[in-house]
């Protein structure tokens, strides 16, 4: 069952040196994705941690540093530490900033993958809050009339409480579909739909395999929300992607474009 899973995630991640209040966070950041039905970024995850914290792409005591602060914003440094503590933490700042002046924005720089940026907008609505959480990513995404990746999937969630039993909560990718969605397909052995991931020449893949060696080579890019060129507006999902990374970036003075390698 779900707890069963939660336990076991969080026992990999104690067993892996992460702090058992830390490894606490991750395990309900994952469950909660593989719960409300994103298989691409739940338990599946595991592994790609597991094998970024072995080979020391991220460290599993997080320790973060107060960059710059004001009363309602504030810029922390992740030290490549463990993405979903990161998050975690900082919109718990944040939601404490905006409980005392209404509003709360805390940036950050040097994190990591830190599951579905949902999670971090729940967390302001159980507080009875507006949540917003943004990341930008490793290069995934081509410009309208590209081949190249140079944009991520960059996700953009909102949440707001609501007088139903149920919040309303936005949570999505600026691409038709992501890498994780990918591996899914490829786990099940399943064709990618078609027109959502194009090659070096501009052409279609619909091999989930082929696509995620072409995206290790950097000859595959995940087309954005509305698909290749003009005719489908894929200009549009490419300036949501373009917004995300500005917010992303320009806040807290960190990498973008191509300098991103998985640490954000």
């Known amino acids: 069952d779900a707890k069963t899973l939660e ?11 992460v702090p058992n209040e830390d490894a606490n966070i991750i395990a309900e950041v ?29 460290e599993v005591i997080t320790k973060i540093n107060t960059i710059k602060e ?3 914003t ?16 900082a919109m718990k700042l944040a939601i404490e900033k905006a409980k005392k002046y209404g509003l709360g924005a805390v940036a950050v720089r040097n994190s990591s993958h830190f599951g579905i940026a949902g999670y971090y907008s729940l967390m302001a609505i159980r507080e009875g809050m507006i949540g917003l959480a943004v990341t930008n990513a490793r290069p995934s995404i081509p410009p309208t009339f590209g081949v190249e990746p140079l944009l991520g999937t960059n996700p953009l969630t909102i949440g707001t409480p609501t007088d139903e039993m149920f919040p309303f909560l936005f949570d999505a990718a600026t691409s038709i579909i992501q890498r994780g969605k990918v591996e899914v397909y490829e786990r099940i ?7 959502t991931v194009i ?14 060696q072409k995206m290790g080579e950097k000859k595959a890019a995940l087309l954005p929300l509305g698909g290749k060129g003009e005719d489908t507006a894929g200009y549009k999902g490419y300036g949501y992607a ?13 990498i973008y474009l191509r300098d991103t390698i998985g640490i954000v």
């Open 7 to 17: 336990n076991f995630m969080r026992d990999v991640f104690i067993g892996l040196g």
């Open 30 to 58: 994952l469950i909660t994705s593989d719960l409300r039905g994103i298989d691409s970024h739940g338990i599946q995850r595991c592994k790609m941690y597991y094998d970024r914290i072995r080979a020391g792409i991220y």
């Open 70 to 72: 004001g009363p309602t």
């Open 74 to 89: 504030a810029v922390l440094d992740g030290n490549c530490g463990m993405g979903h503590v990161i998050a975690y933490k």
């Open 189 to 195: 052995n399943k064709d990618l739909p078609k027109n």
């Open 199 to 212: 090659d070096e020449k501009g052409e279609f893949i619909t091999d989930a395999g082929k696509v995620l």
């Open 242 to 254: 373009t917004v995300v990374e500005l917010l992303s970036a320009a806040l807290q003075e960190g």
